[in-house]
């Protein structure tokens, strides 16, 4: 009898442990490509968040095609950061929570603005089509990162 619960025991550990190793991380969640479904403002975003902590930002808000925009992210917590690729930082950080296949961004700047992403693939015409910006955003774009 000893012989069989230190079995069972043995066998609801190596269970319990395998468990935790598979649970994915939020950073695991975020990585990824997202499209902008609720935004705060009227624009067009997708964006790819790479488990190598890079991203690249396909944003349309006054033209016709996406401009790209490159950069660097970070989490602390369920706080994401970033700069772009001219060192310039986001115009916030912001609280992020995934539920499924819905990222949730809120602000942390004070104005609590949220937008919220579903997963999905870049299409290749955005990809194709986009103009590559090397510095940061402008004023007029501030705000999305």
Request: hydrophobic share 35%.
């Given at each position: 009898?000893?012989?069989l619960?230190?079995?069972?025991?043995?066998a609801v550990?190596?269970?319990?442990?395998?468990?935790?190793?598979n649970?994915?991380t939020l950073?695991?969640?975020?990585?990824g490509e997202?499209?902008?479904?609720?935004l705060?403002a009227d624009?067009?975003?997708?964006?790819?968040?790479?488990?190598?902590g890079?991203?690249?930002?396909y944003?349309?808000?006054?033209?016709d095609c996406?401009?790209?925009?490159?950069?660097h992210?970070?989490?602390?917590?369920d706080i994401l950061?970033?700069?772009?690729?001219?060192?310039?930082?986001?115009?916030?950080?912001?609280?992020?929570?995934?539920?499924?296949e819905?990222?949730?961004?809120?602000?942390?700047?004070?104005?609590?603005?949220?937008?919220?992403?579903?997963?999905?693939?870049?299409?290749?015409?955005?990809r194709e089509k986009c103009?590559?910006?090397?510095?940061s955003?402008?004023?007029?774009?501030e705000?999305w990162?």
């Amino acid at each position: 009898m000893k012989r069989l619960l230190y079995i069972f025991t043995i066998a609801v550990l190596a269970l319990t442990g395998c468990k935790k190793e598979n649970q994915p991380t939020l950073k695991d969640k975020i990585c990824g490509e997202w499209r902008g479904v609720e935004l705060s403002a009227d624009a067009g975003i997708y964006i790819n968040f790479i488990s190598n902590g890079t991203f690249e930002l396909y944003q349309k808000l006054d033209s016709d095609c996406f401009e790209l925009l490159k950069g660097h992210w970070s989490l602390d917590g369920d706080i994401l950061s970033g700069t772009y690729n001219d060192q310039e930082p986001w115009a916030t950080s912001y609280k992020v929570s995934v539920a499924g296949e819905t990222l949730t961004m809120v602000a942390q700047d004070g104005t609590d603005e949220t937008n919220v992403y579903a997963k999905t693939t870049i299409p290749d015409g955005v990809r194709e089509k986009c103009t590559t910006t090397v510095k940061s955003a402008s004023t007029e774009t501030e705000g999305w990162l």
